[in-house]
């Protein structure tokens, strides 16, 4: 039994150190693998704030060009037609969201689908126009009836989006 006790003398700190050494070390590891977490997202958000502060303001761009009010006033339509009007309008508008397709990636879900419904809501618009003023119409009368259809709206669906692009970024900051 002196025996027993010999050993139980001799194992128990051993086991005892043991295990506030296992306690320790854990817990420092654990501390370690924080703070490593910690720098990681920091590092990850100075690298992509600047990129996602781009697609906002991209997009931004993106839907001032294509409001009506904007995307005539860079058209040259003097000597056209009003479908070649109405053609060059929806190319300018598919091409410049084409061109910011990738945008995408930096923004939520919800504003992306703003983005995607103005686009459309414009495209819409001017086909409406397009089909009011009929086949044989100049582009000026085409250009003055779009011009009509948005003046009748309390807000554009370009204005709607880039609301919701600001609100979204002002909620990042």
Do not use: C
Request: no cysteine; net charge neutral; hydrophobic share 45%.
């Amino acid at each position: 039994m002196d025996l027993f006790f010999d050993i139980l003398k001799i194992t128990l700190p051993s086991v005892i150190l043991l295990i506030a050494m296992i306690y320790t070390v854990g817990g420092f590891l654990a501390n370690s693998e924080k703070r490593q977490r910690l720098k990681l997202t920091a590092t990850n958000r100075q690298i992509t704030l600047p990129l996602r502060l781009q697609a906002y303001e991209r997009l931004i761009l993106f839907l001032e060009r294509i409001s009506p009010d904007s995307i005539l006033l860079r058209a040259n339509y003097p000597d056209k037609t009003g479908e070649q009007l109405h053609q060059e309008l929806l190319q300018a508008i598919r091409s410049e969201f084409e061109h910011n397709l990738s945008q995408q990636l930096y923004i939520s879900i919800d504003v992306w689908n703003s983005v995607k419904n103005a686009k459309n809501y414009t495209i819409s618009l001017i086909n409406a126009a397009a089909k009011e003023t009929g086949d044989n119409a100049t582009a000026i009368e085409l250009s003055r009836k779009i011009l009509g259809m948005t003046a009748e709206m309390e807000e554009l669906p370009s204005q709607k989006a880039i609301n919701e692009l600001k609100a979204d970024i002002q909620s990042i900051f």
